[in-house]
């Protein structure tokens, strides 16, 4: 692992020169990200105001349009949720699988030092049901990691289709509202979104949803409708993986030229990623993985920003997904699974690889990985994926991309 560590810095690192470089912008030390806006002391800009809030559906809740996501150590990072509060990042997202339980426990050793914020955050986080169907004594043990008597929303993690949303599960749902443990209900999703969202539209007890959701996707004309489906029936939509981050690693010249363009007009093109889903009214809050103040700080910025992208901003984006359309995973993961009569989970191995090639974060990849099903990584380099290449409409590189996986995560 620490080799691929050192190599993956040193990428890194040489993409952060050449960009700045050809952006014209002087790079710093202190493990600072490139493209991040400064003052003219070289500092890094802070939000002049908190971040906007945006109403959550139908249930008369406004949060904050910019979440932090709990996929980190806040064990050891409790100057974030300070900060998060500070700056007005009042949805905290978290999972009880998260670090092991660590990062829900980090949150609530917060609420337990600082028992008045409790009221200030609108606190989410998931039970999977691949860890089994015991959701009441799990829940239980997440309110006490959490040091809470209840959590705002509570999402089903990861549903591959709407059929995972059981009948059950809304008279339990129900029953854990009126017990005052959830005050909310509903699930998030990497795979078949589109279909996720209809099936939700149409499911009353359905009250917030997070999905994948980026500049890449929200044109798609079957997502724009499932989108507004959700939206009219009231349902509170969170996007995530708003970066569009893919699991091939792949230079390409408008990338320089969409970071050059952003910075000259006072912002980068991360922030410009998320900006095109702001754009998006009908997207209550972003989640964004925030593992440093560098970072929230940047993207809180970005959301106080009130400058709309122009129409040939938008182009450049589109100009980007299109020339990176093979790097990219859309989440129509029924598509290869079914060629391949569901044996592998390919969808969820190819988010792995987006957390390698995207995030850096092997260690997560692995975290990810070791969820799916026992038989997944003696079956990558077993199988022929041709017939998932075939089914693929991105033309992803299946088969080169699941041996990939086979070295990189088991």
């Known amino acids: 692992m620490s080799s691929y560590r050192n190599q993956s810095a040193k990428s890194n690192r040489r993409d952060f020169f050449k960009k700045a470089a050809a952006i014209g912008f002087g790079a710093t030390l202190g493990g600072l990200s490139f493209g991040r806006p400064r003052t003219a002391e070289g500092q890094i800009a802070l939000p002049k105001e908190p971040v906007p809030v945006r109403p959550f559906g139908r249930s008369g809740v406004k949060v904050s349009s910019l979440s ?6 806040i064990l050891t990072n409790r100057l974030m949720l300070a900060k998060a509060l500070e700056w007005g990042v009042n949805y905290w997202d978290t999972a009880e699988g998260y670090g092991g339980g660590r990062s829900e426990t980090g949150i609530g050793r917060w609420f337990s030092r600082n028992p008045a914020t409790r009221k200030q955050v609108f606190l989410v986080t998931k039970l999977s049901r691949r860890r089994g169907d015991d959701f009441t004594p799990r829940l239980e043990k997440c309110l006490k990691r959490l040091h809470t008597d209840y959590v705002d929303l509570l999402f089903v993690h990861g549903i591959r289709g709407i059929a995972d949303m059981e009948p059950w599960l809304e008279s339990w749902s129900k029953d854990m509202k009126q017990a005052g443990k959830i005050k909310l209900f509903g699930f998030s999703t990497h795979t078949n979104m589109e279909a996720c969202l209809e099936g939700a539209a149409r499911l009353p007890w ?14 798609e004309p079957r997502m724009r409708a499932a989108v507004d489906a959700c939206y009219r029936a009231g349902i509170g939509l969170t996007a995530m993986k708003t970066q569009g981050g893919g699991p091939v690693m792949s230079g390409s010249a408008s990338e320089i030229e969409m970071a050059s363009r952003f910075m000259q007009k006072g912002f980068s093109d991360h922030q410009a990623k998320l900006m095109a889903v702001w754009e998006d009214q009908r997207i209550a809050c972003i989640c964004s993985q925030m593992p440093n103040l560098t970072i929230m700080a940047t993207n809180a910025v970005a959301a106080v920003n009130q400058t709309r992208l122009s129409r040939s901003d938008h182009a450049m984006l589109a100009r980007y997904a299109r020339e990176t359309r093979s790097d990219y995973c859309a989440g129509c993961g029924r598509l290869c699974s079914e060629a391949l009569a569901n044996r592998v989970p390919i969808n969820d191995v190819m988010r792995c690889l987006m957390y390698v090639n995207a995030y850096q974060d092997l260690e997560l990849a692995r975290i990810t990985f070791n969820c799916l099903p026992a038989q997944t990584g003696a079956l990558l380099t077993r199988l022929n994926f041709s017939a998932a290449e075939r089914s693929c409409p991105r033309n992803l590189p299946i088969g080169r991309l699941m041996r990939e996986a086979s070295v990189l995560l088991t």
């Open 206 to 219: 359905i009250d917030g949803i997070m999905f994948t959701y980026n500049y890449r996707l929200m044109h």
């Open 68 to 73: 932090m996501g709990g996929m980190f150590d």
